[in-house]
């Protein structure tokens, strides 16, 4: 009897599972809007929205004030305002450049761009590295692991911490030097 006392009732099930969906939501939303500030063509496509979609607020507000006030003009302005809202895909805001397809499509094409530029740098690298003398200093293996490589040891110490002296101290010592 006591392991059906801590069970829950189905109205915080629904609640749990109400809640759990939202988080789920709001993390998806919280994602499509890390990817349009990162992805550039994302980021002009909504500017260049934006801008339109104020522009158009300007000549809305300019045209209902030369119309006059309750004329048959004003009329049709709020019934294309509100054909607008019924769409659904302006008030939420997904529309145009943000919609999902939008943004997974030109995030593809921009991981697609940097995997072609990452490829075309390590080429030209490559032939750099060919070019040099086999006895040149940039050639010799490196003396230590890249920090990318290097195992985490639980953040114990700073990056760039010699002795106890953290970042802090290393700004405090160049400003004294910079003032002598």
Same mark, same amino acid.
């Given at each position: 009897?006591? +392991?059906? +006392?801590?069970?829950?009732?189905?109205?915080?099930?629904?609640?749990?599972?109400? +809640?759990?969906? +939202?988080?789920?939501?709001?993390?998806i939303?919280?994602?499509?809007?890390?990817?349009?500030?990162?992805?550039?063509?994302?980021r002009?496509?909504?500017?260049?929205?934006?801008?339109?979609?104020?522009?158009?607020?300007?000549?809305?507000?300019?045209?209902?004030s030369?119309s006059?006030?309750?004329?048959?003009?004003?009329?049709?302005?709020?019934?294309?305002r509100?054909?607008?809202?019924?769409?659904?895909e302006?008030?939420?805001g997904?529309a145009?450049?943000?919609?999902?397809?939008?943004?997974?499509?030109?995030?593809?094409?921009?991981?697609?761009?940097?995997?072609s530029?990452?490829?075309?740098?390590?080429?030209?690298?490559?032939?750099?590295?060919?070019?040099?003398?086999?006895?040149?200093p940039?050639?010799?293996?490196?003396?230590?692991?890249?920090?990318?490589?290097?195992?985490?040891?639980?953040?114990?110490?700073?990056?760039?911490?010699?002795?106890?002296?953290?970042?802090?101290?290393?700004?405090?010592?160049?400003?004294?030097e910079e003032?002598?």
């Open positions: 009897t006591s +392991q059906k +006392q801590n069970l829950l009732s189905p109205s915080q099930k629904k609640a749990n599972h109400i +809640q759990s969906e +939202q988080k789920r939501r709001a993390n939303r919280r994602g499509y809007e890390a990817l349009c500030e990162t992805v550039p063509a994302l002009e496509a909504i500017k260049e929205e934006e801008e339109r979609e104020a522009e158009s607020r300007v000549r809305a507000l300019n045209s209902k030369t006059g006030r309750g004329g048959a003009g004003s009329k049709v302005k709020r019934n294309t509100k054909k607008e809202a019924d769409g659904g302006r008030i939420d997904r145009g450049p943000r919609s999902e397809n939008i943004v997974l499509s030109k995030t593809i094409d921009y991981i697609n761009e940097l995997i530029e990452r490829t075309a740098l390590l080429a030209r690298l490559e032939r750099a590295r060919y070019s040099l003398p086999h006895s040149h940039a050639l010799a293996p490196p003396l230590e692991q890249p920090l990318w490589e290097r195992e985490w040891k639980g953040g114990e110490g700073r990056l760039g911490c010699i002795n106890g002296a953290g970042y802090g101290d290393e700004g405090e010592e160049e400003e004294e003032s002598s």
